[in-house]
């Protein structure tokens, strides 16, 4: 933040350029004393404190309020108030409470409000080492104010954005804000303009983790200021997109009711005009609505969505938004991260060089499991190895299947590598106990120890960079364990070759020095003996490989938006085959942000690999590539991914390594952070897409016919053949007790090997809507003429009524059966595949013979008992529209496999 009456925003963002000498007067401050208590107070009174401004909430009844912000739903209230100024009181009661049952649904799924804010802002809540007036003092970090000089050793977190003007073989882990896979080196020095983010060595941003060493830093911004504040007003600036199933359930829902009251005004209009009372044409007004609106559409919509987040949970995949169920079936490009998601986010070692000889090894992450090809038995390698046991200042702590780092992770790497060789650090470390140690330092760039043997004699161990050790050795190892000269030129090609492939490589010496050396001069570190080399690299997750080969195959672009380095993100990029011939180019940062803006939708499109960029670049480019008409699913999991995810048409956090920031933001949460469930999520996603549109089909013959019925009524004059209650009864249990059993539907074959569904497509295809008039129609045929025909024969009207409400019902059994394949024949289809259809069958039949034949229902619903003869003409019925609706699905599927073989 800026300090009282000085404007230091521009220089606030130039620090890491700046000399400690301008940047200790420019925040007027002292590097030693630091500031006095007075002028910390002053400063913090007017500054305000070291936390992240909270962002708005929405409370519990603007989020009830919303589940009746829906057209439909205007439409079911004004019929309600209409059916109860006609005096029908049961009637308009129930109308109410199907809108109230449909609200509380939504209501009680509705995903959690937004965290992220609170969950970022919690992130500062720290405690922190000042020096204020020459004496150290143990502080709450929110009282931190620009100036303030701040002591760090490992362990401890940034409290703030901070210059240092001091470190002692620093290394910070800013993995969360970064993307880097390691922790960075830090030192005071000088650094050019428009050094990037993830390499200004002489900063620290809040959030980060000290993993070694000791460092003195003067803040020089606190709380929104900070580069996690920055990140903060992104999250809450970022607007959260509505889904592609919203989207289209909107305009389908506008549209429907246009519909609706454009037909229920004619219904009032022409009744009137022929001379039929007010008050009868307001109730077939009413009753054509109600009709023709779903009703249960939200809520078989919700219940649909929440079976999908089940599947999808046994499937290690967390769903957090409703909507996002579906979004994952319509996503067309995944943007996902590298670290931890396409890869281990477990530095391995991976090759080793000893002795001239190489070694491949097998297995990722910290677990011992994997072993060494060929096999580990020269004396050579196992010299390499104990090496990077003993120059080791990492150890691992936890059981093998979940063990944690204390330390740096490439020393970690060190330990499991010699374990997977049969060696046991603990017992090395114990046998041969340190005995000084020269620590690692970016301008020596190595580190040693010396160790004491069991019969007195002394050696020194190093390790560091491969130049470095190469300068300080005389002589190599052989396959043996024999001495001889030093072929350089050969260690440095292979070194080239490694590095290549994206190894981190480091080299190992040794030398033995004078019993009774107690202490590590780096004079004594002469005319080393080279070990070997081990390279190593957080590999790829053998099972993401696949999962992206099945997302491309589906037709789904996968793009990689990394803050690691390019050299790194080309390589493993190779090694998944993305970009058009499996060798990608790769954008970085800077790169993105020279290029023209006119230009960066179809560098966006083109690219498949971003490499170093920073926050605001992650977000441009989600929101360029939903600008060119894509769903976009953006994978990360630290805080830096943050504003992506929730710009995102579905954010995907990782559950395991991810910040509780991006979890926070995210749509979905893998519990096992693997790039390999996403595919799978997508694969749920597409049937729970499919399910619905099934559904939708389903459900609407029923609206419209039950609509037709009312229209043809008026327009002939008649007695109305259903009630507006008993359009209710239909609408409610056919979508409750039949159509829900279509949310069970298991996944169809070949679902991930066809396209996306594009966002431009509708819910309902020309041919899909076909079908629905075609039903449509034959129920208004069926339930108007059985309607007529039982008045003609003599039965009262609530009689004639039953028996076309039962036709309604029994259509929609039949229907059922033909909707579990929308292409396919039902015969084609397991009858058992699905057990809830069955289930449903016979439920909605057991209602409808208590709405026929119960006394309390026959009351409630203007129904009556219909003689067993009238159920065998309903039957029928059902039986026809059945066979109609299976030879148009055949004749569809011959014409079909005609044009392809055409």
């Known amino acids: 933040m800026a300090l009282p009456d000085q404007d230091t925003s521009a220089a606030a963002r130039e620090h890491h350029e700046l000399p400690v000498h301008e940047v200790v007067v420019l925040l007027g401050t002292h590097p030693e004393t630091g500031l006095t208590d007075a002028e910390a107070a002053r400063r913090l009174d007017a500054i305000g404190p070291n936390v992240l401004p909270p962002g708005d909430r929405r409370g519990a009844w603007r989020r009830l309020l919303a589940q009746f912000n829906h057209p439909l739903i205007y439409v ?65 970090s929110a009282e931190l104010v620009p100036g303030d000089a701040v002591l760090l050793e490992a362990g401890d977190r940034v409290p703030a954005d901070l210059r240092f003007v001091a470190a002692r073989e620093l290394q910070v882990d800013e993995s969360a804000l970064t993307g880097e896979s390691v922790p960075a080196d830090k030192s005071p020095v000088e650094l050019p303009p428009g050094t990037v983010l993830g390499d200004r060595a002489n900063m620290g941003y809040s959030t980060g983790l000290v993993t070694r ?54 219904t009032f209009l022409l009744g009137t005009v022929r001379g039929e009372s007010v008050a009868d044409m307001l109730t077939a007004a009413v009753a054509l609505a109600v009709g023709a609106i779903p009703e249960g559409l939200p809520a078989v919509v919700t219940i649909t969505l929440a079976i999908g987040v089940a599947r999808m949970a046994r499937r290690r995949a967390i769903i957090r938004r409703l909507p996002a169920v579906e979004t994952l079936g319509s996503t067309t490009v995944i943007c996902t991260d590298k670290t931890g998601t396409l890869t281990a986010n477990a530095m391995t070692v991976t090759a080793l060089v000893a002795g001239r ?35 080791n200042d990492t150890r691992l702590a936890g059981p093998d299947g979940a063990r944690t780092v204390v330390g740096d992770p490439t020393e970690a790497a060190l330990l499991v590598v010699a374990e997977k060789a049969g060696l046991d650090p603990a017992a090395l470390r114990a046998s041969l106990p340190r005995v ?56 440095h090609a292979r070194t080239e070759e490694m590095t290549a492939g994206a190894l981190r490589v480091l080299a190992f010496g040794r030398v033995d020095l004078p019993p009774g050396t107690t202490t590590l001069d780096p004079a004594l570190l002469q005319d080393l003996t080279l070990l070997g080399l081990q390279g190593m690299v957080d590999p790829p997750r053998p099972e993401a490989i696949d999962a992206v080969a099945a997302c491309r ?28 011939d499996g060798h990608p180019a790769v954008v970085t940062g800077r790169e993105l942000a020279a290029h023209p803006p006119e230009d960066l939708s179809a560098l966006a499109l083109r690219t498949a690999v971003f490499a170093r960029v920073d926050p605001e670049q992650k977000l441009r480019l989600v929101e360029v590539l939903q600008a060119q008409g ?17 710009r995102a048409d579905i954010g995907v956090a990782m559950g395991l390594g991810g910040t509780e920031v991006a979890k926070e933001a995210a749509d979905m949460v893998l519990t096992d952070d693997d790039f390999a469930t996403i595919e799978a999520a997508v694969e749920e996603g597409r049937g729970v897409f499919d399910n619905l549109r099934k559904f939708i089909t389903f459900i609407l013959p029923t609206s419209f016919g039950q609509g037709l019925v009312i229209l043809a009524a008026v327009a002939l004059a008649t007695t109305l053949p259903i009630l507006p209650v008993q359009i209710l009864w239909v609408n409610m249990t056919t979508a409750v007790a039949l159509g829900l059993a279509l949310a069970f539907e298991p996944l169809e074959q070949g679902i991930m090997r066809r396209p996306p569904v594009l966002p431009s497509r509708p819910l309902l295809t020309g041919e899909l809507a076909g079908r629905i008039v075609l039903v449509s129609s034959l129920m208004l045929v069926g339930a108007f003429g059985l309607f007529e025909w039982a008045l003609a024969q003599g039965h009262p009207v609530p009689t004639a009524r039953t028996i076309a409400v039962n036709v309604f019902v029994v259509v929609q059994v039949a229907y059922l059966l033909t909707c579990r394949s929308l292409d396919r024949s039902v015969l084609s289809i397991g009858p058992l595949r699905n057990r809830w259809v069955l289930a449903g069958m016979v439920a909605m039949l057991g209602l ?37 609706v299976e030879t148009e699905k055949w004749a569809r599927g011959r014409l079909r496999a005609e044009q392809r073989t055409g």
């Not at 007003?233 to 997109?241: E, I, M, P």
């Not at 769903?631 to 630290?638: I, L, P, R, S």
Request: charge should be neutral.
């Open 76 to 140: 079911l209230l004004v019929a309600a108030a209409a059916t109860l100024l006609l005096g029908e009181y049961v009637d308009g009661a129930v109308i109410v409470a199907v809108v109230l049952v449909n609200a509380g649904i939504g209501f009680v799924q509705e995903s959690r409000a937004e965290l992220a804010l609170e969950a970022l802002t919690s992130i500062v809540r720290t405690e922190s080492t000042v020096v204020r007036e020459g004496r150290r003092h143990r502080i709450p």
């Open 213 to 266: 060493g000791q460092g003195r830093g003067v803040v020089v911004t606190t709380g929104g200021d900070t580069e996690i504040g920055r990140i903060h007003r992104l999250v809450g600036d970022a607007r959260v997109l509505q889904t592609p199933l919203t989207r289209k359930i909107d305009r389908f829902s506008r549209i429907l009711t246009v519909a609706i009251l454009a037909l229920a005004a004619l």
């Open 357 to 391: 000889r190489e070694w491949s090894v097998s297995g990722t992450g910290y677990s011992p499991e994997g072993r060494l090809d060929p096999a580990p038995d020269a004396p050579a390698l196992r010299e390499c190895l104990v090496a990077g046991v003993l120059c």
């Open 436 to 491: 000084d140690a020269v620590p690692f330092d970016s301008d020596r760039r190595y580190m040693a120890t010396l160790h004491r043997h069991p019969d007195g004699r002394t050696v020194a161990y190093v390790k560091g960079a491969v130049e470095r050790l190469l300068g300080m050795s005389a002589t190599e190892v052989g396959a043996d364990g024999s001495t001889g000269p030093l072929d350089a030129a050969a260690v």
């Open 553 to 580: 195959s589906a037709g789904i672009q996968v793009k990689m938006i990394t803050g690691d380095h390019a050299g790194t993100a080309r390589a493993i990029a190779e090694r998944f085959g993305l970009g058009e």
């Open 630 to 646: 894509h769903v976009v699913a953006m994978t990360g999991d630290g805080v830096n991914d943050a504003p992506a995810l929730r």
């Open 848 to 884: 409808q013979l208590l709405f026929t034949y119960a006394p309390w229902m026959n009351r409630l619903f203007h129904s009556a008992p219909v003689d067993p003869v009238w159920w065998l003409w309903t039957t029928g019925v059902g039986v026809v529209v059945f066979l109609v």
